[in-house]
């Protein structure tokens, strides 16, 4: 009798903890795509949570600070780890994804502080929604400098 | 030179502690005790060697020896001899040297302990901590050495420990400069407070092995350590709360924790010590949850190397973790190992850990404790699920999908939400058996004047924030309980003893202290919660661009910007430096200095906020953006925050009370005779 509670006291925590995992993981999750997934998919991910990395295109980098309004362009890198280390690894993949004129592009649109290791060839993560416009709108970035700091810890900006 | 030497003395203590470990096991299977004494030994040779490797890095860092990749990589000429100092810790390599000295000498102390009643525990202990010694060392001595210079070669410029053939050696002019994010004084406390918490969680692991191996499996290995378990989780309590606040001071974005991979892999080790801390007691107590112990310290093990691997990876945050490093699989097999080697053991003893007594009552003090460590443990699945769902998911559906803080936040809340919940009614449950009744005896007049808190906070704060609110209840709700029984304490021993009342709490929690340590520690957690809540629920943020003697307002706050300047200081900053005069209510409180200091070496700027702190919350000022050269003026972010200085304080009171619990207690066989003696006198 005595047993029977524990069991099913423990079964109860169990699936109050699933369904707490179950639901958070629905109403939370991001798809992570490269440039070029996203715009293969095209509509049927505008207002999603996505996740989307590419490289930073220094040249395309606007800041209104009135507005706290950060403009700028990223290019299409694989996600792939294998291909990067192929490739000659992080640094140089990004490089390459800049001076590529060919390359799957994304207009990004952030408003916040602008981030400190924001410049040309950053790995950007992105965290927000594709617009009906194309236009990728962040919540959240993430800034990687391979060039400097292999180690470095990346930058977090949230809102 | 001294880099050839470091690197010997590298080899040398990992031949050292791989011969400790040998020694050890063939003493103990032959059985002699020669070998096991050789083996101590050995043990305590580890510590000695490490410390002339890690003086030799730590020489080659503050003397600017750049033809040392890793000097290199960490230090720059401009660097502060602190940072220099500090930068031992500042990467991969380096890490695990301190790392292993810091491993060595908890090792050494334990070998150093007095064994004569547990003697058949020493050879395991030595075993286990030697391995663990050995496999750091090795992923120096053969992945990740620190002493690898410059050489030339035809194929260019490249790291060696040995020189190659026809190589000739580089010593560039500068170093790259520790990562502009490590240069803080934090830099110095919180990297080691939590290593050390790491190590010194390896000890209880060790002496619960020699116990499944030697099958004395009762509770001698438990009290043994019960002490070790203490500090290890204030160090690693501290380093998590140290963490925080760098975060808070540093990163510039009005948080102390924003759930990435590393902070979450330094949080799992301690979502599995806090409720081995607990559930030790009730095996104690009542021999219960044996295995269930054995679980928890086996797996608070492996997550230490875990986070270890993971905090300096270098692969944070990204998506791409793991592939970065070349010693990635080498950690997860020893972690796969251990955890199958420990897990095999604790099933092998499995009939040996039955528990000597059945839970009788779902409200008794063993079951509450139970709930507690499952609760622990379902944080601990939802921090993992976290993790490594982007895995699960590529693998599944082949789209990569990621959670973030929402998931975390959501998911967790109500855990820790009924946590805090059970930290206050726990401790007044009985042993053995326990009703609603007996509870709601002790529990209804804490229950009342937290309700009339929270009514307070609804009607006169006006709060209506649903969540603030149920945090306000459990929170003043488990904050009165663990008062109040303080105060019965001391009112029992007040009538009792004839003594003032001060002096009646000071006695009672002197004779008792890991109990009403555990209650300070509870109360430090309660002012914690205030202090996240608070932040939480409650912070606001502006921002805007103004000209010279204009105005930003937030809350009660109103900050002119009245100057700015831009000067190079000498460590190799531009530091761009705004001057904010703050008022509450019209009346002028403080001055902050919310500033960006650009990094020349490293061509990075930090951001670096103002802040004005008061019990009551914490204004939070950086500065965006400022051109000299446009007439646009200067662009800020403030954020308010809301009690958040309580969840420092909470972290003050929390390491006195683990102090108070930890502190050697006077002779056990006193108090019998005292309580003996008193009861006597009595009737």
């Known amino acids: 009798m005595q047993r029977m509670k524990f069991v099913l006291g423990g079964l109860l925590i169990l699936a109050a903890v699933i369904w707490l995992i179950a639901t958070s993981t629905q109403a939370s999750a991001e798809y992570f795509m490269t440039v070029e997934e996203l715009q293969a998919k095209g509509e049927s991910v505008i207002g999603k949570n996505l996740r989307v990395s590419g490289a930073v295109i220094g040249d395309t980098i606007q800041y209104d600070p009135e507005t706290l309004t950060l403009k700028f362009t990223v290019a299409h890198v694989t996600g792939d780890n294998k291909e990067i280390e192929a490739q000659g690894g992080l640094a140089a993949v990004l490089k390459e994804a800049v001076n590529d004129p060919n390359r799957p592009r994304l207009q990004v649109v952030y408003h916040g502080p602008r981030p400190d290791l924001l410049r040309n060839e950053a790995q950007a993560i992105m965290t927000g929604h594709l617009g009906e416009d194309g236009i990728f709108y962040a919540d959240e970035l993430l800034l990687k400098c391979p060039t400097r700091y292999e180690e470095a810890v990346p930058q977090q900006v949230e809102q | 030179m001294i880099a050839d030497f470091g690197y010997g003395i590298l080899v040398t203590a990992l031949v050292v502690a791989l011969y400790a470990a040998g020694a050890a096991i063939y003493g103990a299977r032959k059985p002699s005790a020669r070998a096991v004494e050789s083996a101590r030994r050995a043990m305590l040779l580890i510590w000695p060697l490490l410390t002339v490797a890690a003086l030799a890095l730590i020489y080659l860092l503050v003397n600017d020896h750049y033809e040392v990749e890793f000097v290199y990589q960490v230090t720059s000429r401009s660097m502060p001899f602190y940072l220099k100092v500090t930068a031992l810790w500042g990467g ?133 350590t019960r002490r070790w378990t203490l500090w290890a989780w204030l160090f690693l309590s501290l380093g998590l709360v140290l963490g925080a606040r760098w975060a808070y001071d540093v990163l510039g974005w009005g948080g102390y924790w924003g759930w990435d991979p590393v902070e979450i892999s330094a949080l799992m080790p301690w979502l599995t010590g806090t409720p081995f801390l607990h559930s030790v007691m009730i095996q104690e107590r009542k021999g219960m949850l044996k295995h269930w112990n054995m679980f928890l310290i086996i797996l608070t093990y492996d997550l230490v190397i875990f986070g270890t691997f993971l905090t300096r990876s270098g692969v944070l945050s990204s998506v791409h973790a793991f592939a970065q490093s070349a010693i990635g699989p080498m950690f997860f097999a020893f972690i796969g190992l251990t955890l199958i080697t420990s897990l095999a053991l604790l099933f092998w003893r499995w009939p040996d850990l039955r528990g000597e007594t059945e839970m009788k009552s779902l409200l008794s003090r063993e079951a509450l404790f139970l709930f507690n460590n ?18 699960i998911s590529e693998l599944v559906t082949g789209q990569k999908v990621t959670v973030g803080p929402p998931f975390y936040e959501r998911a967790t809340s109500p855990l820790w939400g009924a946590l805090l919940l059970l930290m206050g009614i726990a401790p007044l449950s009985a042993w053995g058996r326990s009703t609603a009744k007996t509870l709601g005896r002790v529990l209804w007049k804490p229950a009342l004047a937290a309700l009339l808190v929270v009514a307070a906070v609804y009607f006169l704060a006006g709060v209506r924030n649903v969540v603030a609110l149920i945090g306000f209840t459990l929170i003043a709700f488990t904050g009165f309980v663990t008062l109040y029984e303080f105060w019965r304490g001391a009112r029992a021993r007040q009538k009792a003893h004839r003594e003032s009342l001060p002096l009646a709490l000071w006695r009672l929690a002197g004779r008792n202290r890991r109990r009403y340590g555990g209650y300070i520690i509870h109360i430090s957690m309660v002012l914690m919660a205030i202090g996240i809540l608070g932040i939480e629920v409650f912070q606001t943020e502006t921002q805007g661009t103004v000209q010279l003697g204009e105005a930003l307002a937030l809350d009660r706050y109103t900050l002119t910007y009245t100057d700015i300047a831009r000067f190079d200081v000498p460590d190799g900053r531009n530091v761009t430096r705004a001057v904010l005069q703050v008022t509450r209510d019209g009346k002028a409180v403080a001055e902050l200095h919310p500033r960006i200091d650009y990094y020349y070496d490293s061509q990075q700027p930090m951001t670096i906020p103002g802040l004005y702190s008061t019990l009551a919350d914490d204004l939070y000022v950086i500065l965006v953006d400022w051109e000299p050269a446009s007439a646009v003026g200067a662009t800020f972010k403030v954020f308010h925050n809301p009690l958040v200085n309580w969840l420092w304080i909470g972290a003050l009171v929390f390491i006195f009370g683990t102090l108070v619990a930890a502190w050697p207690e006077r002779e056990p066989a006193y108090v019998p005779v005292r309580a003996a003696a008193t009861a006597s006198g009595k009737a």
């Open chain 2, 92 to 224: 991969q390599a380096g890490s695990l040297v301190f790392w292993s000295w810091l491993m060595a000498l908890f090792a050494s102390a334990v070998t150093l302990r007095n064994w004569a009643r547990d003697r058949e525990f020493l050879p395991w202990v030595i075993v286990v901590t030697a391995i663990t010694i050995a496999f750091f060392l090795a992923m120096v001595v053969f992945f990740e050495n620190p002493f690898a210079r410059f050489w030339q070669t035809a194929s260019g410029v490249d790291a060696y420990t040995f020189r190659p053939a026809g190589g000739l050696p580089v010593t560039p002019e500068d170093g790259r400069g520790l990562n502009p994010l490590l240069r803080h004084p934090g830099m110095i406390i919180h990297p080691p407070m939590l290593y050390l918490g790491f190590v010194s969680f390896v000890i209880p692991y060790a002496f619960a092995m020699a116990a499944l191996i030697t099958g004395r499996t009762d509770d001698r290995w438990i009290r043994i």
């Open chain 2, 374 to 391: 499952l609760l622990f443990l379902s944080i601990l699945v939802v921090c993992f699920w976290g993790v490594i769902f982007p895995l």
